[in-house]
Protein backbone atom coordinates (compact mmCIF):
# COMPACT_ATOMS: atom_id res chain seq x y z
CA UNK A 1 0.00 0.00 0.00
CA UNK A 2 1.30 3.22 -0.99
CA UNK A 3 1.35 5.92 1.36
CA UNK A 4 1.57 9.67 0.32
CA UNK A 5 3.47 12.08 2.45
CA UNK A 6 1.91 15.43 3.30
CA UNK A 7 3.76 18.97 2.70
CA UNK A 8 6.90 17.19 1.57
CA UNK A 9 7.98 20.16 -0.86
CA UNK A 10 8.28 22.38 2.33
CA UNK A 11 10.04 20.42 4.22
CA UNK A 12 14.01 20.88 4.37
CA UNK A 13 15.31 17.64 2.30
CA UNK A 14 18.22 17.25 0.04
CA UNK A 15 15.74 16.04 -2.86
CA UNK A 16 14.40 18.72 -2.61
CA UNK A 17 14.78 21.65 -5.11
CA UNK A 18 14.05 25.36 -5.55
CA UNK A 19 12.03 24.56 -8.24
CA UNK A 20 10.01 22.15 -6.42
CA UNK A 21 9.19 25.03 -4.16
CA UNK A 22 7.97 27.60 -6.87
CA UNK A 23 5.66 24.54 -8.42
CA UNK A 24 4.17 24.25 -4.96
CA UNK A 25 4.24 28.09 -4.02
CA UNK A 26 2.78 28.60 -7.64
CA UNK A 27 -0.21 25.62 -7.09
CA UNK A 28 -1.19 27.22 -3.59
CA UNK A 29 -1.63 30.45 -5.54
CA UNK A 30 -3.35 29.12 -8.59
CA UNK A 31 -6.03 27.52 -6.39
CA UNK A 32 -6.50 30.93 -4.40
CA UNK A 33 -6.94 32.69 -7.98
CA UNK A 34 -9.82 30.27 -8.69
CA UNK A 35 -11.55 29.93 -6.06
CA UNK A 36 -11.27 33.44 -5.36
CA UNK A 37 -10.12 36.15 -7.92
CA UNK A 38 -11.94 34.59 -10.97
CA UNK A 39 -15.57 34.63 -9.37
CA UNK A 40 -14.77 37.99 -7.87
CA UNK A 41 -13.95 39.19 -11.28
CA UNK A 42 -17.08 37.41 -12.80
CA UNK A 43 -19.39 39.24 -10.46
CA UNK A 44 -17.71 42.77 -11.10
CA UNK A 45 -18.30 42.26 -14.74
CA UNK A 46 -21.59 40.96 -14.52
CA UNK A 47 -22.57 43.93 -12.24
CA UNK A 48 -20.93 46.54 -14.78
CA UNK A 49 -22.82 44.56 -17.41
CA UNK A 50 -26.23 45.16 -15.80
CA UNK A 51 -26.14 48.89 -15.06
CA UNK A 52 -24.70 49.32 -18.65
CA UNK A 53 -28.03 47.41 -19.82
CA UNK A 54 -30.13 48.52 -17.55
CA UNK A 55 -29.67 52.17 -18.83
CA UNK A 56 -29.66 51.15 -22.75
CA UNK A 57 -33.01 49.68 -22.18
CA UNK A 58 -33.91 52.64 -20.12
CA UNK A 59 -32.55 54.88 -22.96
CA UNK A 60 -34.89 52.12 -25.52
CA UNK A 61 -37.57 53.02 -23.55
CA UNK A 62 -37.60 56.37 -23.11
CA UNK A 63 -37.03 56.88 -27.56
CA UNK A 64 -40.27 54.46 -27.96
CA UNK A 65 -43.46 54.79 -27.32
CA UNK A 66 -46.14 51.94 -27.70
CA UNK A 67 -49.88 53.20 -29.36
CA UNK A 68 -53.10 50.99 -30.17
CA UNK A 69 -53.35 50.89 -33.77
CA UNK A 70 -55.56 49.09 -36.68
CA UNK A 71 -54.34 46.90 -39.26
CA UNK A 72 -55.22 48.40 -42.61
CA UNK A 73 -52.79 46.23 -44.48
CA UNK A 74 -52.25 42.89 -45.64
CA UNK A 75 -49.63 40.89 -43.76
CA UNK A 76 -46.64 39.10 -45.51
CA UNK A 77 -44.66 36.39 -44.65
CA UNK A 78 -44.23 35.96 -40.90
CA UNK A 79 -40.45 36.39 -39.81
CA UNK A 80 -38.70 35.64 -36.61
CA UNK A 81 -39.58 38.51 -34.40
CA UNK A 82 -36.09 40.20 -33.11
CA UNK A 83 -34.83 40.34 -29.48
CA UNK A 84 -35.62 36.89 -29.08
CA UNK A 85 -39.59 37.01 -29.35
CA UNK A 86 -41.31 34.18 -29.37
CA UNK A 87 -43.97 34.57 -31.39
CA UNK A 88 -43.74 35.19 -35.58
CA UNK A 89 -44.70 38.27 -36.83
CA UNK A 90 -44.88 39.62 -39.95
CA UNK A 91 -44.58 43.47 -41.39
CA UNK A 92 -48.20 44.99 -42.29
CA UNK A 93 -49.52 48.49 -42.40
CA UNK A 94 -51.06 49.95 -39.51
CA UNK A 95 -53.36 53.22 -38.66
CA UNK A 96 -53.59 55.50 -35.63
CA UNK A 97 -54.82 58.79 -34.19
CA UNK A 98 -51.70 60.77 -33.14
CA UNK A 99 -52.98 63.82 -30.79
CA UNK A 100 -50.29 66.19 -32.37
CA UNK A 101 -50.29 64.91 -36.03
CA UNK A 102 -54.04 63.10 -36.86
CA UNK A 103 -54.05 60.21 -38.30
CA UNK A 104 -50.73 58.38 -39.37
CA UNK A 105 -50.02 55.09 -41.12
CA UNK A 106 -46.78 53.23 -40.92
CA UNK A 107 -45.18 49.71 -41.17
CA UNK A 108 -45.08 47.28 -38.00
CA UNK A 109 -44.05 44.17 -36.55
CA UNK A 110 -47.77 42.40 -35.88
CA UNK A 111 -48.20 38.67 -34.62
CA UNK A 112 -48.09 36.63 -37.72
CA UNK A 113 -51.99 36.01 -39.03
CA UNK A 114 -53.12 39.31 -38.04
CA UNK A 115 -56.35 40.17 -40.29
CA UNK A 116 -57.03 43.62 -41.77
CA UNK A 117 -59.10 45.67 -39.46
CA UNK A 118 -57.99 44.24 -35.85
CA UNK A 119 -56.33 46.47 -33.09
CA UNK A 120 -52.50 45.46 -32.00
CA UNK A 121 -50.12 47.06 -30.16
CA UNK A 122 -47.29 48.42 -31.73
CA UNK A 123 -44.24 50.12 -30.66
CA UNK A 124 -42.93 53.32 -32.69
CA UNK A 125 -39.90 55.38 -32.89
CA UNK A 126 -39.39 59.27 -32.24
CA UNK A 127 -40.06 59.29 -36.17
CA UNK A 128 -43.07 57.40 -35.88
CA UNK A 129 -41.36 54.30 -37.48
CA UNK A 130 -42.26 50.66 -36.27
CA UNK A 131 -39.94 49.37 -34.43
CA UNK A 132 -39.21 45.91 -31.95
CA UNK A 133 -40.00 46.53 -28.70
CA UNK A 134 -37.56 47.23 -25.89
CA UNK A 135 -35.72 44.67 -24.30
CA UNK A 136 -37.12 43.05 -20.88
CA UNK A 137 -35.77 42.67 -17.56
CA UNK A 138 -34.91 38.98 -18.79
CA UNK A 139 -33.06 39.91 -21.34
CA UNK A 140 -31.18 42.45 -19.20
CA UNK A 141 -30.63 38.99 -16.61
CA UNK A 142 -29.45 36.89 -19.59
CA UNK A 143 -26.86 40.00 -20.78
CA UNK A 144 -25.83 40.02 -17.42
CA UNK A 145 -25.39 36.66 -16.27
CA UNK A 146 -23.37 35.90 -19.93
CA UNK A 147 -21.28 38.63 -19.39
CA UNK A 148 -20.13 37.13 -15.90
CA UNK A 149 -19.98 33.43 -16.91
CA UNK A 150 -17.66 34.60 -20.36
CA UNK A 151 -15.47 36.68 -17.80
CA UNK A 152 -14.89 33.97 -15.20
CA UNK A 153 -14.12 31.37 -17.75
CA UNK A 154 -11.82 34.12 -19.60
CA UNK A 155 -10.13 34.78 -16.01
CA UNK A 156 -9.75 30.85 -15.53
CA UNK A 157 -7.93 30.38 -18.79
CA UNK A 158 -5.20 33.29 -18.30
CA UNK A 159 -5.14 31.62 -14.38
CA UNK A 160 -4.57 27.86 -15.97
CA UNK A 161 -2.25 29.07 -18.51
CA UNK A 162 -0.48 31.02 -16.06
CA UNK A 163 0.15 28.22 -14.30
CA UNK A 164 1.31 25.76 -17.05
CA UNK A 165 4.11 28.24 -17.87
CA UNK A 166 5.23 28.61 -14.78
CA UNK A 167 5.03 24.66 -14.67
CA UNK A 168 7.07 24.14 -18.04
CA UNK A 169 9.73 26.09 -16.76
CA UNK A 170 9.64 24.70 -13.40
CA UNK A 171 10.00 21.48 -15.32
CA UNK A 172 12.82 22.56 -17.56
CA UNK A 173 14.64 23.90 -14.76
CA UNK A 174 14.32 20.46 -13.05
CA UNK A 175 15.39 18.59 -16.48
CA UNK A 176 18.51 21.05 -16.27
CA UNK A 177 19.48 20.43 -12.23
CA UNK A 178 18.86 16.86 -12.73
CA UNK A 179 21.61 16.78 -15.85
CA UNK A 180 24.11 19.05 -14.00
CA UNK A 181 23.92 16.87 -11.39
CA UNK A 182 24.24 13.43 -13.39
CA UNK A 183 27.15 15.35 -15.27
CA UNK A 184 29.01 15.21 -12.22
CA UNK A 185 27.67 11.95 -10.86
CA UNK A 186 27.95 9.85 -13.92
CA UNK A 187 32.04 9.61 -13.93
CA UNK A 188 32.17 8.22 -10.24
CA UNK A 189 29.22 5.29 -10.96
CA UNK A 190 30.36 4.31 -14.42
CA UNK A 191 34.33 4.81 -14.45
CA UNK A 192 33.94 7.41 -17.66
CA UNK A 193 35.61 10.52 -17.77
CA UNK A 194 33.89 12.91 -18.60
Do not use: F
Not at 16 to 39: N, Q
Not at 91 to 102: E, F, I, K, M
Amino acid sequence: MRTQVRGWRRRPSPLRRRSDVVEAWTLRAVALLLVVVAPLVGVVAAWWAHDGATATVQERRDDRRQVRAEVVGRTSKAVPMAYGGRQPSANVTVRWTDPAHGTRTATAHVPAGTRAGETVDVWLDAQGRGVAPPPDGTAVWQHTITIGVCVTAGVVGVILLGHTLVRHSAMSRRLAEWEQEWARTEPEWTGRRA
